[in-house]
C-alpha cells in the first residue's frame, strides 16, 4: 500500500512569505507527527495529532508554526512569515501503535 | 529532558570489517530505543528497537541501562549498509509518542 505521502517536495519562499506543508499519512493511521530537520542534525519534534485533536505542540518554536488535522487524515503544516532559520526539512510520520512511518520530507528553503 | 548522543557524525569500515555505531541516551524514565536508517534518495525507515531484541539485515543492538548506550553493532559490513543511522528515544508525553533523535551518524563502506 501507500506509504505516507508529502507535498510539495522542494519549496522555496521568500522570507517574510506563508507557506503550506502537506502531508497525507497511511489510511488508518491515527496518530500523526511533524518534525523539522536542519542541515546535519536529526529531526526534531514539532507536534503530535491523534485522529484530529492537536495534543502535543510542544515543539512548535514559534507562533507562526501552526498545524492542522481537521478531519483526523490529512495534515497542513504553515508556517507564516518566513524567516531564514525556517529553512529545514519537515517531515511527516504517521503511526497505529509504536513505529513511526516517515514521508520523503519537504525541504523548505527560505531566501 | 531528554537527550540522544551520536558521537560519530561519520564513520568509514572496510568490507567484511565489524562495524558499531554508537549511541547514549538520558533519561529518567524507563527508555524505549529505536535505531532508524536512511539510504541515499530514501525516506527515514525503522530499523530495530530494543524491545523486539530482533536482527536485521544482521544488525543488532543491545540496550545498557548501567552505561545508558544503545550501540548499534554488525561483525561484517557490507558495502549496502552504507547509510545515514539515526538513535532515537520513545517518550510518552501524555499521550503522545514522541521521538527524540540524536544527530546521526554517517556510515561508509568501503570495498
Known amino acids: 500500500g501507500a506509504g505516507v505521502s508529502q507535498s510539495p517536495r522542494y519549496k522555496v519562499a521568500k522570507r517574510g512569505q506563508d507557506v503550506a506543508l502537506r502531508c497525507d499519512p497511511i489510511?488508518?493511521?491515527?496518530?500523526l507527527f511533524w518534525y523539522q530537520q536542519a542541515l546535519g542534525q536529526g529531526p526534531e519534534f514539532l507536534t503530535y495529532f491523534q485522529n484530529e485533536a492537536q495534543l502535543d505542540k510542544s515543539g512548535l518554536p514559534s507562533d507562526r508554526f501552526f498545524a492542522e488535522r481537521p478531519e483526523g487524515s490529512v495534515s497542513t503544516l504553515k508556517i507564516q512569515r518566513t524567516q531564514q532559520e525556517d529553512s529545514a526539512v519537515y517531515l511527516c510520520?504517521?503511526?497505529?501503535?509504536?513505529?513511526?512511518?516517515f514521508g520523503p520530507g519537504t525541504r523548505l528553503t527560505v531566501l | 529532558a531528554q537527550r540522544v548522543t551520536q558521537p560519530e557524525k561519520l564513520l568509514s569500515v572496510f568490507k567484511g570489517a565489524p562495524v558499531e555505531l554508537k549511541c547514549n541516551y538520558s533519561y529518567s524514565g524507563s527508555p524505549e530505543l529505536f535505531w532508524y536508517v536512511q539510504y541515499s534518495r530514501q525516506r527515514l525507515q525503522l530499523l530495530l528497537r530494543?524491545?523486539s531484541r530482533e536482527s536485521i539485515k544482521g544488525f543488532t543492538a543491545d540496550l545498557n541501562k548501567g552505561e545508558t548506550s544503545f550501540h548499534l553493532k554488525k561483525p561484517f559490513a557490507q558495502e549496502e549498509d552504507s547509510a545515514m543511522y539515526y538513535c532515537?528515544?520513545?517518550?510518552?508525553?501524555?499521550?503522545?509518542?514522541?521521538?527524540?533523535f540524536g544527530s546521526g551518524t554517517q556510515l561508509t563502506v568501503l570495498p
Open positions: 489510511s488508518g493511521h491515527v496518530s
Open positions: 510520520a504517521s503511526s497505529l501503535a509504536i513505529e513511526q512511518f
Open positions: 530494543h524491545i
Open positions: 532515537a528515544l520513545s517518550v510518552t508525553s501524555g499521550s503522545a509518542r514522541q521521538l527524540t
